[in-house]
């Protein structure tokens, strides 16, 4: 529950930034402005692309009380990725983002004295495929906020799910298949061409990703009893 309150403000500190740095998003707030693109929103399929970046972080969960937790050293990774658009009606539509995702983290594990054993890194390449439904408001001039949230599922692909090897050899295992969901919030903003959407997501798998130590004592693994992962996304939409 704290690492999710602490996401949050993260994800309102990170929109706050995001509003103020981009000067398309200032133009579009002009009073009575002429409006753009007024039928973008009537289609009943629409399409388009996105762009972002990612900070990932691990949630663990223990077998026993621990004196000190596993680190996770973030980094920031990128997302690209295709929309699939359903008009349900003026506030409601249905989307199928399908992307790719890379991300890069290193765990450091207390009670060794070498960084050979203590640190394992952890690339990921994620496959992912969430549905969503998004909320919007009435559209005001040429922007209109909305909220968005649903589930995925994705494919780790650097999982090392198959591997014979543990962490007692330097190999730290994922699994393969991973679901989970997301929340978040953005706004539309219609320029004369095109629509351009900012939006900040939170994202909370449900699996336990964790590929045990085929020895059930392991100093990485043993006390374990979940890792999830969780996440920020920033993704700038073109549609």
Same mark, same amino acid.
């Given at each position: 529950m704290l690492l999710q309150n602490k996401l949050m403000k993260n994800i309102i500190s990170l929109l706050g930034l995001l509003l103020l740095a981009c000067p398309v998003i200032h133009s579009q707030f002009n009073k009575d402005p002429i409006l753009n693109i007024q039928n973008e929103d009537k289609k009943f399929l629409n399409w388009g692309y996105y762009l972002g970046f990612n900070q990932y972080d691990f949630q663990f969960e223990y077998e026993t009380d621990v004196s000190q937790d596993i680190l996770v050293d973030k980094s920031f990774g990128f997302n690209v990725g295709l929309i699939g658009?359903?008009?349900?009606? %003026? *506030?409601?539509?249905?989307? #199928?983002?399908?992307?790719?995702?890379?991300t890069q983290r290193i765990l450091g594990f207390p009670g060794f004295d070498n960084e050979a054993d203590a640190l394992r890194e952890v690339r990921s390449t994620y496959i992912r495929f969430p549905l969503l439904a998004k909320l919007s408001t009435k559209r005001f001039g040429n922007w209109k906020p909305f909220i968005i949230g649903g589930g995925y599922?994705?494919?780790?692909?650097?999982?090392?799910?198959?591997?014979?090897?543990?962490?007692?050899?330097?190999?730290?295992?994922?699994?393969?298949?991973?679901?989970?969901?997301?929340?978040?919030?953005?706004? %539309? *903003?219609?320029?004369?061409? #095109?629509?351009?959407?900012?939006?900040?997501?939170?994202?909370?798998?449900?699996?336990d990703e964790l590929v045990r130590d085929a020895d059930p004592n392991s100093p990485w693994t043993g006390n374990i009893a979940a890792m999830r992962t969780r996440g920020i996304f920033i993704n700038f939409t073109f549609e």
């Open positions: 658009e359903m008009r349900i009606n %003026d *506030f409601v539509d249905v989307r #199928f983002e399908p992307g790719l995702l890379y599922a994705a494919i780790n692909l650097g999982s090392n799910e198959d591997s014979l090897e543990d962490n007692s050899s330097g190999e730290f295992r994922m699994k393969k298949n991973v679901f989970g969901y997301e929340l978040g919030f953005g706004i %539309d *903003f219609y320029t004369e061409y #095109f629509k351009f959407t900012p939006s900040i997501r939170g994202v909370f798998a449900l699996t």
